[in-house]
């Protein structure tokens, strides 16, 4: 059974901190590695892309692949209110699969 | 550009009742999803559908259909409804290997 684990939180931060989100997955085959967020009673927006190993940044988006510990994080610099939602862990071995998700609380 | 659109947005069903949802992407890309969210369990593939004219089976199948009418549009059929199928329903459409959703089908079974 391919597996996407994520901590179902809810994970609260403080304004202006920075959120770490942790994903692992269970198939070494994995090559596609993605985040998304979801907003309450809304559809999944994609906000992050990996397909190698090490760092990718995007404005206040980093995520962190590492194969070898198959582990994949989303950190989120200078977290805002606005960042409140649910992230959704998804990776792809074949088909997609979909972590359950981290809720994320950014408080003012 | 409205990227995937889905209708319904909101319905309701009685138990043995019938009906189609419908997604529709205006991004040319070739592969298309159906997946039902439900609390606790994630989001699940019902059908997919990788190019024109080809669908398979995903994780969750059973009780439903879909339909691959052209490039443009994918619709699931739920032939007779079951309270078990109350959830809500994403479609997403991807070109390679990034997907994007619609704004989803929040459906109920009675």
């Known amino acids: 059974q391919k597996e996407v684990e994520q901590n179902s939180g809810p994970l609260s931060v403080p304004e202006g901190a920075i959120a770490s989100l942790n994903c692992t997955y269970s198939?070494?085959?994995?090559?596609?590695f993605f985040w998304y967020r979801q907003y309450s009673g809304k559809s999944p927006e994609l906000i992050m892309s990996?397909?190698?190993?090490g760092d990718k940044e995007d404005g206040r988006f980093t995520a962190q692949l590492n194969k070898a510990s198959q582990y994949v994080s989303l950190l989120i610099r200078d977290s805002q209110p606005s960042d409140s939602a649910t992230y959704l862990c998804?990776?792809?071995?074949?088909?997609?699969?979909f972590g359950k998700g981290t809720k994320l609380s950014v408080k003012p | 550009n409205a990227g995937v659109t889905q209708t319904p947005k909101f319905q309701v069903l009685k138990t043995g009742q019938s009906m189609t949802l419908q997604c529709a992407q205006d991004?040319?890309?070739?592969?298309m999803y159906w997946y039902r969210q439900d609390p606790g369990m994630g989001l699940r593939l019902i059908y997919y559908?990788?190019?024109?004219?080809?669908?398979d089976k995903g994780e969750v199948p059973n009780g439903y259909n879909v339909s691959r009418l052209n490039k443009r549009e994918f619709s699931l059929r739920l032939e007779s409804a079951a309270p078990s199928q109350t959830s809500v329903y994403f479609c997403?459409?991807?070109?390679?290997?990034?997907?994007?959703f619609g704004p989803g089908t929040r459906l109920t079974v009675t």
């Open positions: 998804a990776v792809r071995v074949g088909n997609l699969i």
């Open positions: 198939d070494r085959g994995s090559q596609s």
């Open positions: 991004m040319n890309h070739n592969s």
């Open positions: 559908s990788a190019s024109e004219g080809t669908t």
């Open positions: 997403a459409s991807t070109a390679s290997y990034e997907q994007y």
């Open positions: 990996i397909y190698s190993n």
